[in-house]
């Protein structure tokens, strides 16, 4: 099936943000002088927002510095969000020929509101017509409501669409939004995890995504 509308998950499915989001987490554990989180570690951490984030990357017994480790996270992000963070291979090719073929896009993350406009503004430009973060009031994945609001946004017919992500909380979205899932191999999930959560298909790379979004 062709679809005419595609909502992407952003991080570990449209852009790699590991290693500014680890930077960031262990910004705030030296803060309070608690030992560092590994890239590993962190990438099994992200998907929920950053409040659950810096509270999974706290020590055990240590959850009431979560407020004060937060304010360390948000403001080092602020500064440092985009310096490592980058499309992964091919998918700006894949975005553009989606706009080439009039596919409508939008972008729903749990990553700030504000972040989340300023790198898709930055990698995506206005190839992207509609970018929903984490902000008040608007339920976080994997509620429904943010890939609801953006259907509704791109005035795009839900059964036309799809939702396209690289992790378990984007399985759930998409099946608490009534639309297809499809899974991407490069983000910051196994496959093992992938498959657990119910996940149809799983696609190596941004090229074949391209192929099934087209055709």
């Not at 680890?22 to 990438?43: I, W």
């Not at 946004?153 to 036309?160: F, G, K, M, S």
């Amino acid at each position: 099936m062709r679809f005419d509308a595609v909502i992407w998950d952003l991080d570990g499915t449209l852009l790699d943000t590991l290693e500014d989001l680890a930077a960031s987490v262990n910004a705030a554990m030296a803060a309070f002088g608690y030992p560092a989180r590994s890239l590993d570690e962190v990438r099994q951490m992200v998907g929920n927002g950053v409040s659950n984030l810096v509270l999974r990357a706290l020590p055990e017994g240590r959850k009431e510095d979560h407020a004060a480790a937060l304010a360390v996270f948000r403001a080092h992000y602020a500064e440092h969000y985009a310096d490592a963070t980058r499309p992964y291979p091919g998918i700006i090719e894949a975005v553009d020929a989606l706009c080439a073929r009039g596919v409508a896009m939008a972008v729903v993350s749990n990553k700030l509101d504000a972040v989340t406009k300023a790198l898709c503004r930055l990698h995506f430009g206005g190839r992207i017509g509609v970018v929903i973060g984490d902000r008040p009031g608007l339920p976080r994945k994997p509620a429904p409501d943010s890939v609801r609001l953006a259907l509704a946004q791109l005035r795009a017919d839900p059964a036309r669409a799809v939702y396209v992500g690289d992790s378990e909380v984007d399985i759930a979205t998409a099946r608490n939004a009534g639309l297809p899932c499809i899974s991407v191999g490069w983000g910051f999930r196994p496959a093992r995890v992938l498959l657990d959560a119910g996940a149809g298909e799983i696609l190596p790379d941004a090229g074949t995504l391209m192929e099934r979004l087209l055709n």
